[in-house]
């Protein structure tokens, strides 16, 4: 008996499924429409968002908070290119998402007919921002594209992967059917001769100092166990926040721009870097962190362990294993019992720069207690998200989110909302400026409509404040740094959404609560003029 053809577009959907997809963001267009007929014969959830961007920060949204990748639908041409930027943040900070998009047909690829949603080579364009990336020109190529775009996103360092196919193909009929792709291997052991380099440096440091980052977030007993045994320091990048309670004796927070601790860095006499790039954007202030001890550096990605900063003991290997490895390193008592806990090197941090930033604490704060211990910030590019970024308190990682590796605006509220839709029993937070939240704005209308549960609170200065502070600090006449904005309760209020201003922090924090315990999204404006005068 031989099984009924389905449409390829059906084959599609029902492979994502029986791969472990349930949720698509996504816009459909008369390009792939097939994609539909398989959604609703494979019962795969979509959700229709404003615009390909926030389909695929959704998707990023989702992926960071559960771990589980979801999928975005998008036509071809402009719905690509609406979409590259969403990828390209996910590409940066190692997020697994899957793009499925049309394609003209196939007879007019590489023409240049000028067809409706034409590209040169739509494959190309997104090929920078993926771990996979693959054109459909066949049934079986497609089969073979969509197991090479699982094993991007499942790869010890996930990637987003895209995979496109022509129009008339995903109208097509095929007997094949959905295969479930192989698991990625077990996470790879470090091998044992770097592993016994970085013990032996261990076993005779007096000051060792760890440095974590976004894939040290399942290695957290480990790490505990071992700078609790070599009495040392953690610190985390804004990507590994929490993966240490930031209230533990060792914790430094996420501290690295800040010259206390890259001062308590240059005195360590070894540092080991588990599951950071150490890139740019982990360190701020400063291009080079200031070593002068022998770096260990554990990564899953080789290339990681030796690039601006090559490493004298490199450990390709998973971070927790890695870890485990190590943590039989003798117990000693020494550099925190003698120095003091890292509570105290965070009261300098502090203290430095009370004057600076008491209104914005005093807000996170305010943020934090209206949040449960397990709920979840998803932060944009604005001042309160780069303060949050270290005096937002995380005791445990994944309850801090911020488009760290590709900065880009508009991230906090869409991301947000493909987080609160993986898990709605969850309290997820949007976190952002009055200017940066206008990009993706649209956004509140798929939470009003699908009557999802979500405070935004937006920071308004009234100014691209940043950068205009940028400016002044440059000697450049501030120009093109103010926007008019609109009014932003009334706006929520034409929405269909919830909306008040709160003045302070315990408003705040009264007004939180009341916004995660109902349907549908509330904006939040804090006035930042009401926390300067702090
Ligand atoms: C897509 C994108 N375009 C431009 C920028 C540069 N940029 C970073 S912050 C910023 C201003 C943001 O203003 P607002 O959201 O009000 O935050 P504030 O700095 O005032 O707190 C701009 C334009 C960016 N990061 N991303
Ligand atoms: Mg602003």
């Not at 975005?72 to 690509?80: H, L, N």
């Not at 090479?148 to 360092?157: D, Q, T, W, Y």
């Amino acid at each position: 008996m031989s099984a009924a053809p389905w449409t390829v577009g059906r084959y599609v959907v029902e492979t994502l499924a029986a791969n472990g997809i349930d949720t698509v963001f996504g816009i459909p267009g008369v390009h792939n429409i097939e994609l539909y007929r398989g959604l609703e014969l494979a019962r795969v959830r979509h959700v229709l968002v404003r615009h390909e961007q926030n389909a695929a920060f959704a998707a990023d949204g989702f992926a960071r908070v559960s771990g589980r990748p979801a999928a975005a639908f998008v036509i071809s041409g402009p719905g690509v290119s609406n979409a590259l930027t969403g990828l390209a943040q996910a590409y940066s900070d190692s997020v697994p998402l899957l793009l499925i998009a049309s394609a003209p047909v196939r007879a007019s690829l590489g023409h240049g007919w000028g067809v409706l949603h034409e590209l040169d080579d739509q494959r190309a364009l997104v090929a920078g921002v993926t771990g996979f990336a693959g054109s459909a020109r066949s049934v079986q190529q497609l089969q073979a594209h969509l197991a090479a775009a699982f094993a991007a996103l499942r790869a010890p360092r996930a990637r987003p992967a895209y995979v496109d196919i022509p129009l008339d193909l995903i109208a097509e009929h095929t007997l094949l059917r959905p295969e479930v792709f192989a698991r990625a291997a077990a996470p790879r052991a470090a091998p044992a001769e770097a592993l016994s380099a970085a013990q032996s440096l261990l076993a005779t440091s007096a000051r060792p100092l760890i440095i974590a980052g976004g894939g040290a977030r399942q290695a957290g007993g480990p790490l505990r166990t071992l700078v609790e045994a070599v009495d040392g320091y953690l610190v985390t990048t804004v990507a590994g926040k929490g993966v240490l309670a930031e209230s533990h004796p060792a914790s430094l927070g996420a501290s690295l721009p800040y010259a206390e601790t890259q001062e308590r860095i240059a005195a360590a006499d070894v540092v080991i870097a588990v599951g950071t790039e150490l890139s740019e954007t982990d360190v701020y202030t400063s291009t080079r962190l200031p070593f002068s001890a022998p770096l260990v550096r554990i990564d899953v990605d080789a290339g990681k362990l030796h690039d601006h900063y090559d490493a004298a003991v490199k450990v390709h290997g998973d971070a927790a294993l890695t870890l485990q490895g190590l943590a039989g390193t003798a117990a000693r008592r020494g550099w925190r019992s003698a120095s003091g806990d890292g509570s105290a090197l965070r009261a300098r941090i502090d203290g430095a720069r009370d004057t600076a930033v008491p209104g914005a604490r005093q807000l996170l704060r305010a943020l934090r207690a209206g949040i449960p211990a397990d709920g979840v910030v998803f932060s944009d590019m604005t001042q309160i998200a780069y303060r949050g970024n270290y005096i937002y308190s995380a005791e445990r990682p994944g309850v801090w989110f911020h488009p760290s590796g590709y900065g880009t605006l508009g991230y906090a509220l869409p991301a947000a909302l493909g987080a609160r839709i993986a898990q709605p029993e969850r309290a997820i937070v949007a976190l952002a400026g009055d200017f940066g939240v206008q990009f993706t704005l649209q956004e509140l209308m798929t939470a009003v409509e699908l009557e999802v549960t979500l405070p935004v609170v937006i920071w308004n200065n009234n100014a691209l404040a940043q950068i205009r502070d940028d400016m002044r600090a440059a000697g450049i006449a501030p120009i093109g740094v103010q926007a008019l904005n609109p009014d932003f309760v009334a706006l929520a209020h034409a929405c269909g959404a919830f909306g008040l201003r709160v003045a302070s922090g315990a408003a705040l924090t009264q007004a939180l609560t009341a916004a995660l315990a109902r349907p549908g999204p509330t904006i939040l404006e804090v006035d930042s003029a009401d926390f300067d005068r702090l």
